[in-house]
């Protein structure tokens, strides 16, 4: 009797502290920082003085609020550039951003190399996130000679769920 009555206290306290987390709301915005490292795989200058190149950004995620949606996930992104003459450039790409579940939320961002920031467009979910839409801002401090091409990224979504 006392370990069915143990067994049932572990299982609720399991399904209640997840409660919060699975039932996601059905709108709302997500708030998140993501810690990346970008490995440029190409460039390719140009005549002109135009570069292109491409690479990829491997991070992981945290949600500002220390708790919930994007939280202590993983993050990749695939991003293609191009550096102008007059020192300006524009960015685009896709992107996952996930959580500790291993659910995802799939986006499509466009950005200003130079100002270091852009727009995400959620374009797809997994798990709880299926289903989602909306968009958002990214904004990231640029990496310094001794960062190793590490980078901060402070972004959120404005999201609706079906």
């Known amino acids: 009797m006392m370990k069915r009555f143990i067994l049932t206290i572990v299982a609720l306290t399991i399904f209640c502290g997840n409660i919060a987390y699975a039932d ?3 709108s709302g915005t997500i708030n998140w920082v993501t810690g990346w490292i970008f490995d440029i795989s190409a460039t ?5 003085g135009y570069v292109l190149g491409s690479g990829r950004a491997t991070g992981a995620t945290f949600n500002v609020n220390g708790s919930g949606p994007l939280h202590e996930g993983r993050a990749v992104c695939i991003a ?3 550096a102008m003459p007059d020192g300006s450039g524009t960015n685009k790409g896709n992107c996952y951003f996930g959580d500790k579940d291993g659910d995802r939320i799939i986006t499509s961002f466009t950005g ?10 959620i374009i797809g979910g997994s798990g709880k996130y299926e289903g989602i839409t909306g968009s958002g801002k990214w904004e990231c401090d640029g990496s310094g000679e001794a960062d190793d091409s590490a980078f901060n990224c402070r972004q959120n979504l404005t999201y609706k769920l079906p």
């Open 80 to 82: 293609v550039f191009i």
């Open 44 to 48: 390719a200058p140009q005549k002109g």
């Open 112 to 121: 200003d190399i130079v100002a270091f920031k852009g727009d995400n467009i």
């Open 24 to 26: 996601l709301a059905k």
